[in-house]
């Protein structure tokens, strides 16, 4: 019953501290929302950003084409071949024979074009079209070595990918989330920065007042608990608009880009609920940044 009482204490003095130095307080506020509207704009762009590439990474295929003469037990054997390539997915492994690829042509075909007639007159013994696996990768970053690897399998004639996608597109998505990521953490640490300056202004005013606690025999640890509570509370108080600004904002800005981004090709994370996890979030940030930075610079006072 005592530390409950002492807690309640403790945040009555933190609440009255707050009002006590408005002045500060809301600079802390301050500090605080604008950097974590920034930090939250950071993480939404890195999550669909994120998004986008695991959408193209999953529609990465490799296309492996099998001589047309190849038996019912070659096609077995290649199929334990390439199920031992560690980056090929074994459950999305599919596998097409010609009769299956005539009938697929023709059904995506204009009934009056060269292509479809063509594909009607092929018979079992003169279809010159190759059976195929059509292969998924878990990695789109080794889909090169995955290619060479399929090669070297025997009766495999032919292996195609989307090289300019791999190539190009893949490589520039991860370096910006890499980039995107820095700049979270950079941002974190200057609202740890912000944070600490602002409470070691409120800290000063209170100088004489800790002081004194420490000439009575105030613990450390009684001394520290109204300020670590106070700046939870500035933290939090400090992510309220952010939070705001990210669901409501994030929810206009999809139904006005109709769930896309500069492209119909780039297509938004949803709503709801991804906006609630980043909310949470930057309450979170807001809350363990302010205790950091009130922890940090009270205890540097109490080495005076």
Not at 224 to 243: A, D
């Amino acid at each position: 019953m005592k530390a409950i009482r002492i807690f309640r204490r403790n945040i009555a003095n933190a609440v009255k501290s707050i009002f006590r130095n408005i002045s500060l307080s809301i600079a802390s506020i301050i500090c605080t929302t604008i950097t974590l509207i920034i930090v939250s704009l950071a993480i939404l762009a890195t999550y669909n950003i994120n998004s986008f590439t695991k959408d193209i990474e999953s529609t990465l295929v490799i296309n492996t084409y099998i001589d047309n003469k190849a038996t019912e037990e070659d096609i077995e054997t290649i199929k334990s071949r390439i199920l031992e390539i560690r980056n090929i997915k074994s459950d999305e492994l599919v596998y097409k024979d010609k009769e299956q690829i005539r009938k697929e042509t023709m059904e995506k075909s204009d009934k009056n074009s060269a292509i479809y007639s063509i594909m009607d007159t092929l018979t079992e013994e003169n279809n010159f079209l190759r059976p195929e696996f059509i292969i998924t990768v878990k990695d789109a970053s080794e889909l090169e070595e995955t290619a060479k690897s399929l090669e070297s399998i025997d009766k495999i004639v032919e292996v195609q990918y989307s090289e300019n996608v791999v190539e190009k597109m893949v490589p520039t998505f991860d370096v910006v989330q890499k980039v995107t990521i820095v700049i979270i953490i950079g941002l974190i640490c200057v609202t740890v920065f912000l944070i600490c300056n602002t409470i070691k202004l409120t800290i000063f005013a209170r100088k004489s007042e800790i002081e004194i606690m420490r000439l009575v025999g105030t613990s450390n640890f009684v001394i520290k608990l109204p300020f670590v509570i106070e700046g939870l509370f500035l933290g939090i108080i400090g992510s309220i608009i952010p939070v705001v600004a990210t669901i409501w904002g994030y929810i206009i800005a999809y139904d006005k880009l109709e769930g896309h981004l500069f492209t119909n090709f780039i297509e938004m994370v949803k709503p709801l609920p991804f906006t609630l996890y980043v909310s949470l979030i930057l309450v979170a940030i807001g809350a363990i940044v302010g205790m950091i930075g009130s922890y940090t610079t009270v205890r540097r006072h109490l080495k005076i």
